[in-house]
């Protein structure tokens, strides 16, 4: 069945950067669009990013448009999302999915942003 693992959230200060990864396996991740959400503390899940099975076609939420980068390596079946400059308000548990609305999403990964 569908597995997803995502790794690499932090603490961090702000202006920092993070790279997330996201483990799959169970399905054919290179044929598949994936997605990465979060979840801050209080908040509902927010999509934040998704790319489509090549890697070519890249789209993202308009709060983290020229700081954060997705990728993906079909080869290898990984997922990932580079983070740069990083506020406070990305604060959050970071999830990759294989659908819009998470509902494949791994455990997550918790990014903090605070000095």
């Known amino acids: 069945q569908t597995q997803l693992v995502e790794s690499g959230g932090d603490l961090v200060q702000p202006g920092g950067s993070l790279r997330l990864s996201c483990a799959a396996s169970g399905f054919m991740f290179s044929t598949s669009w994936m997605y990465w959400l979060r979840q801050a503390p209080g908040k509902g899940l927010e999509w934040v990013s998704r790319?489509?099975?090549?890697?070519?076609?890249?789209f993202y939420t308009d709060s983290v448009k020229g700081r954060f980068t997705v990728s993906r390596d079909n080869a290898e079946s990984t997922l990932y999302l580079q983070m740069n400059n990083l506020k406070s308000d990305d604060t959050a548990v970071y999830y990759c999915?294989?659908?819009?609305?998470?509902?494949?999403r791994g455990q997550g990964t918790q990014v903090t942003v605070s000095s």
């Open positions: 999915s294989k659908d819009l609305n998470g509902l494949s």
């Open positions: 790319i489509n099975q090549r890697g070519d076609q890249t």
